[in-house]
């Protein structure tokens, strides 16, 4: 999975930045690959879910592609086993840390062919993201996330556009900085983006800390739950 991500990130790039202007929530595109042969155990723990940054580049002949990614972009490898068949992402928005609002992102339909025989699906794969400003034919900057799902079946991408409020300026990047153990019902922010009208912004070590302090901002949350509901 890891040493093939590269090659799939640059697919991703074409493709995702074909699809702009709002949040979808069907597959965009699927790339067939052969899948690896499906490891079952028996005592796997079920019971939590990890969600873990990692590099995006992994060699000096990846640096290419940088240009491509813009400066805010990142990898963020999900292992998961349980009964869930659906990994969805959403996207929640905060007012002076206070969320307001959600929007329901790409959802991914795990196959059953990677269901083991205790009823559970294996999920071992790959969020990844790349935030930019654009500008429209008409000169109107706007600025995009662009994000996919990468596992052993293929990809899924897509884009949705952020709309800032009017006189947010300042902006920056939270990350997930290290690992994390999420319980299996639950969901866990992967990235968020910050911003305010002010000359100044601070910003903590850790996604939820920072979002108390925030004047505005979005965050891309990831979950596993079942075919018809809702992270």
Known sequence: MRTNKIPQILSVIVLAGLITGAVVNDVSSRKVMSAPELKVDDKSDISTWSASPEPLFDGKNNEKLKPFMGLM??????????P?????VSFDYWNDGVKKNTLAGMSMIMMEKDKDKMGNYHFDGDFVYSFKDRQDPNGVVYSELEYAIIEHNG??????RVDKPVGIGMTGEMKLQQSVKVLQ????VVWGLQGTDKQSMLSYSTIAETLKIAKWAM?????????????
């Open 73 to 82: 972009s990142g990898s963020i490898a999900l292992q998961y086993v349980g």
């Open 84 to 88: 869930q068949q659906k990994l969805a």
């Open 155 to 160: 990809y899924y991408s897509t884009a949705v």
């Open 185 to 188: 019902d639950e969901s866990v």
């Open 219 to 231: 965050t891309v949350r990831l979950g596993f739950i079942g075919p018809n509901e809702e992270v």
